[in-house]
């Protein structure tokens, strides 16, 4: 079975503080894929980023910047000077590469990320 | 322009009565899937379809239908709908390159716009 936590329910900051959204996964799978996914207020998915399990570098993409850790099962995501229209709602999401699983897309709870200006 | 379509976008209904809500893609994707949305839960996926002809159940898929005749379409079908379907509901695709073998790779998906869907 596969798991993923997002513990963090609501987040509320300031513009231009940094912000980190927290993500725990369980799997017992070796090869696996990492997502990250943000919902704006008008409602659509947007893709951010995608992170298979053998690459643990660190990715950074303008103002975001992800750090995956195999050793704590995490896969954290930090904006850097936050805007308003980082306001959202941003999931964290798991996918297992074969076995009977593949194609199981697990996702987070969510975390309501609100940026006040 | 390459997307995903659901339809309707919103739909109110009584405990019941069938219901279909179509999805489409455009981007000759071999995936595709359903997720709905509840407060609190995050996303779950319903079903997921790897190829035509190919549907497997995801972690929520207890009075809900899908098939796959079609690469592009993937309908959503509620055979007697229950307010605890109430919900929105999301249709998703991305290309399947390769297999665990290959070592190769899952790609992200693509989601369509949503379908609000209210069961009286």
């Known amino acids: 079975a596969q798991k993923v936590t997002q513990a963090q329910t609501e987040i509320s900051v300031v513009e231009k503080e940094d912000v980190t959204l927290d993500c725990v996964y369980e799997?017992?799978?070796?090869?696996?894929?990492l997502f990250w996914y943000k919902q704006p207020p008008s409602g659509e998915l947007v893709f951010l980023i995608r992170?298979?399990?053998?690459?643990?570098q660190n990715e950074i993409s303008g103002r975001y910047s992800w750090n995956f850790q195999k050793s704590t099962s995490s896969f954290n995501f930090t904006i850097t000077a936050s805007q308003v229209v980082d306001s959202a709602v941003y999931f964290c999401?798991?996918?297992?590469?074969?076995?009977?699983?593949?194609?199981?897309?697990?996702f987070g709870q969510g975390t309501i990320l609100t940026v006040h200006p | 322009e390459a997307q995903v379509t659901q339809n309707p976008r919103y739909l109110i209904t009584v405990t019941g009565k069938k219901l279909t809500v179509t999805c489409s893609q455009n981007m000759n994707h071999e995936y595709m899937s359903w997720y709905r949305q509840d407060p609190g839960l995050g996303l779950r996926q319903i079903y997921y379809?790897?190829?035509?002809?190919?549907?497997d159940k995801g972690d929520v898929p207890e009075g809900y239908k899908v098939s796959r005749k079609e690469k592009r379409n993937f309908p959503l079908i509620l055979e007697s709908p229950s307010p605890n379907q109430t919900s929105l509901y999301f249709c998703a695709s991305s290309l399947c390159s390769g297999t665990e073998r290959a070592g190769d790779s899952y790609n992200e998906q693509f989601f369509g716009p949503g379908t609000r869907l209210t069961v009286l």
């Open positions: 999401a798991l996918t297992n590469a074969g076995g009977t699983s593949y194609g199981k897309l697990t």
């Open positions: 379809s790897m190829n035509v002809e190919v549907t």
């Open positions: 799997t017992r799978d070796t090869t696996y894929y």
């Open positions: 992170r298979n399990s053998f690459d643990e």
